[in-house]
């Protein structure tokens, strides 16, 4: 009885294996002769758009006009982003100043509040702490502009 089930089982299996692979099979077929309509068409239309990646959709601009337009959108490109740098580092400059500024009226402040006992040593080092903290991002962002500054 087992065996007859088995028999049944791996019948059954194999039947569907060879018709999905019969499915395959048609598929490649359809591919291979659409395959070759496409490549009939290409050797038709080959010498109407030459070019390379940049140089197919010219438009009706020759070669060297594209080209030297090419050329001219790379140097304005160049210009907008070296404006760009200039602004978000005179932006950041003014910010750490701004910061800088900040942080030593708060650890002033933060001194004066001990010295008249108005916080406990628990609290002065939470503040203490996030002082210090600040200062060491704004360190890393004073970096990030000199940075900056280096690349004008």
């Known amino acids: 009885m087992k065996n007859i089930l088995n028999t049944a089982i791996v019948l059954a299996l194999s039947t569907t294996l060879v018709i999905a692979q019969g499915k395959g099979q048609a598929k490649k077929e359809e591919k291979k002769a659409t395959k070759e309509e496409v490549k009939g068409e290409k050797k038709d239309t080959a010498k109407s758009n030459n070019g390379n990646a940049y140089g197919k959709n010219k438009g ?37 100043k701004e910061a800088r500024e900040k ?50």
């Not at 070669?63 to 210009?79: D, V």
């Not at 708060?106 to 939470?126: A, I, P, T």
């Open 60 to 96: 009706e601009l020759s070669g060297k006009e594209f080209g030297q337009a090419r050329a001219a959108e790379a140097k304005t490109n160049k210009e907008t982003k070296k404006k760009e740098l200039d602004d978000s580092v005179t932006k950041g400059d003014g910010k750490a």
């Open 103 to 152: 942080i030593k009226k708060s650890k002033d402040q933060l001194e004066k509040d001990k010295k008249d006992k108005k916080v406990n040593d628990k609290q002065y080092k939470e503040k203490k702490e996030k002082i210090e903290k600040a200062e060491k991002e704004l360190n890393d962002l004073e970096t990030k502009v000199e940075k900056g500054k280096g690349k004008k």
